[in-house]
């Protein structure tokens, strides 16, 4: 019989996410799946587990767990207060609930996405090959209170728990931006004052952009004579109406209108999606070439995280779950170490 996860309480925006649905813009849908999809690779290496599954993305705020049979868990994101009952847990490592234990996520102190990976990953009917929750298409939808999660089969459920160091991209700073098809629409002053600008992350910020507010002029473009129709993809930094960038995020458009100055590099869309309402943003411009040599695929970016994490030290006496593991293994008579007569 599967395990079962429930949320007792849901936080405002909680949903499935996993990697999404790629290859699918020319009919449409743009790939979704997880904000921060680094996150949800770590989760993955903390876990031991081969590639991502889905996991519970929640958007500033937690909320409540409980499951029916043990759960081996990752927290990894947004740094959430959490704890086991009265116990505080880590965060970026895993963890293992219990029956009858309470999982309490609280508010981010860091960063806006956090995710709760069940080590079996999140199973149920899956739609173009993904149960991620794609909102603004219809395809899935909110977790509400109540509502009840079919969990996979833990591959390593006796791994020891593991930790990752702290996220260094949760409190925004710089992105690095390359050029694309419509960056010659801007002229070279547009462009640098692009780079010297201090902005700050919108609170209209959702799953399908980030407006970033700034003082002085808007920014336009050189011959803005109508609407330019073009492919988008997540990271696109498109210049609206009104002259404010605004940074296409997982569930964006297919097609724009809007110009597009440049793209922020998928090294840096973890910085993007996590910026914390009014956390400073920034840009810096880089070649094509340079942009290209710092692409890493998810694959490697699956072996550097696994390479990064560690073993967690525990201490018996806060450990809740103390009695779930098998403490005698080895023990002996006493007699029977002794050399036959």
């Not at 956090?114 to 929750?133: D, F, Q, R």
């Not at 793209?263 to 943003?281: G, L, Y």
């Not at 098998?326 to 050399?339: H, M, N, R």
Request: aromatic share 4%; proline share 8%; charged share 15%.
């Amino acid at each position: 019989m599967s395990a079962v996860l429930t949320i007792v309480k849901a936080g405002p925006l909680m949903t499935v996410q996993d990697l999404g649905r790629p290859g699918r813009i020319g009919v449409g849908l743009s790939p979704g799946g997880a904000m921060d999809r680094q996150a949800l690779m770590a989760g993955a290496a903390l876990l031991g587990l081969a590639q991502p599954g889905a996991a519970v993305e929640m958007a500033g705020l937690g909320g409540q767990f409980r499951c029916d049979a043990p759960l081996r868990f990752a927290l990894t994101g947004a740094v959430m207060s959490a704890r086991i009952d009265d116990s505080p847990l880590r965060w970026n490592a895993t963890h293992l609930l219990m029956p009858g234990q309470t999982l309490t996520i609280g508010g981010a102190s860091a960063g806006t996405y956090g995710y709760l990976t069940p080590a079996g990953g999140i199973t149920g009917p899956a739609a173009l090959k993904s149960v991620a929750a794609h909102l603004s298409v219809g395809l899935g939808e909110r977790l509400q209170d109540g509502a009840t999660l079919t969990l996979g089969d833990d591959p390593q459920p006796d791994r020891a728990h593991r930790g990752l160091p702290p996220d260094d991209h949760l409190t925004g700073g710089t992105l690095r931006l390359m050029p694309g098809p419509q960056t010659a629409m801007f002229d070279d002053d547009t462009r640098a004052r692009l780079a010297t600008t201090a902005f700050t992350r919108s609170p209209r910020a959702s799953r399908t952009g980030a407006p970033l507010l700034h003082d002085g002029a808007p920014f336009a473009a050189k011959s803005p004579s109508g609407p330019v129709s073009d492919f988008v993809r997540a990271g696109d930094v498109q210049i609206t109406g009104d002259g404010t960038p605004f940074v296409m995020m997982a569930e964006c458009q297919t097609i724009g209108g809007y110009p597009r100055i440049g793209t922020v590099i998928e090294a840096d869309m973890a910085r993007a999606v996590q910026a914390p309402v009014e956390a400073a943003i920034g840009f810096d411009w880089l070649t094509l070439d340079t942009a290209d040599a710092l692409h890493r695929t998810d694959a490697q970016i699956m072996a550097t995280l696994r390479a990064r994490t560690f073993p967690l030290l525990r201490d018996p006496a806060g450990m809740s779950d103390l009695l779930s593991y098998q403490l005698i293994g080895g023990v002996t008579a006493g007699d029977d170490l002794e050399p036959a007569p």
